[in-house]
């Protein structure tokens, strides 16, 4: 398995990007609540460094979470020693029976792997056999828009002992986000650079909403977690088995 979100970027992200899951917890506990579900099983794919997975937790939950990198792992290992994490694709991965499944951060647009492409529909059907009656499956997605036509959004970010760059371009045709990220991470006296390249398929909101419900679900899509608004072109769906 390729190393996606290796030990650099790893701590990058968790360290440096966290918000995005922090500031996203309140208003993904209150829905849980608002459902019912105040307890049991939640199944998180993608869970990264387990920032959400800690929440949860501490909410009185149990959790298991699902992530492509080890790395990621290890730091959510580490955050949350009550939770169960496992090193697989959350489009392969096997889905036990539970009480919510969540995915935050726009994992399910990432083509990590060869199936991550085309098999959101399946990875539906999955999530909604595994559920119980009234269970739920909530996750958000990035959209087209993510950069303007005919050109490409670098942006630079520094923390206390790193420095990450990223190139973002957007095939419109396709539907592809392409993020060339470059890491400069302080190892001693000097800085380790490494690079990664990272695909998105972008989603149209009324196509995963209709996808949602070939799978069976009552699905609602918003914009917001709570207080929380999702940046621009970004979704989240709520769905209800």
């Known amino acids: 398995m390729k190393k996606w979100y290796g030990d650099d970027l790893a701590y990058i992200h968790d360290v440096g990007f966290g918000d995005y899951a922090v500031k996203s917890a309140p208003g993904l506990l209150e829905i849980l609540k608002r459902a019912g579900i105040e307890g049991g099983l939640v199944v998180d794919l993608g869970c990264g460094s387990g920032l959400w997975a800690e929440q949860l937790v501490r909410a009185h939950y149990q959790v298991l979470g699902i992530d492509i990198s080890e790395p990621m792992i290890r730091i959510a290992r580490k955050r949350a020693p009550a939770a169960e ?31 991550g492409a085309q098999a959101p529909e399946r990875l539906f059907r999955r999530v909604h056999q595994s559920l119980r009656p009234g269970g739920l499956f909530v996750f958000d997605i990035a959209e087209p828009g993510q950069v303007q036509a005919r050109s490409s959004a670098k942006g630079f970010t520094e923390g206390e002992d790193w420095i990450v760059l990223v190139e973002k371009n957007e095939d419109r045709q396709r539907s592809l986000l392409t993020r060339r990220i470059v890491t400069f991470r302080k190892a001693g006296r000097h800085y380790r650079r490494l690079d990664e390249v990272h695909r998105q398929r972008l989603f149209k909101v009324e196509d995963m909403a209709a996808a949602l419900r070939r799978a069976g679900f009552r699905v609602r899509a918003v914009r917001r ?11 989240a769906f709520i769905a209800v088995k």
């Open 225 to 235: 977690y709570g207080s929380f608004v999702l940046p621009k072109h970004h979704a």
């Open 85 to 115: 994490f496992r090193v697989e694709s959350l489009f392969n991965a096997r889905i036990p029976a539970c009480d919510a499944v969540t995915s935050i951060g726009e994992c399910l647009n990432y083509m990590f792997d060869s199936s």
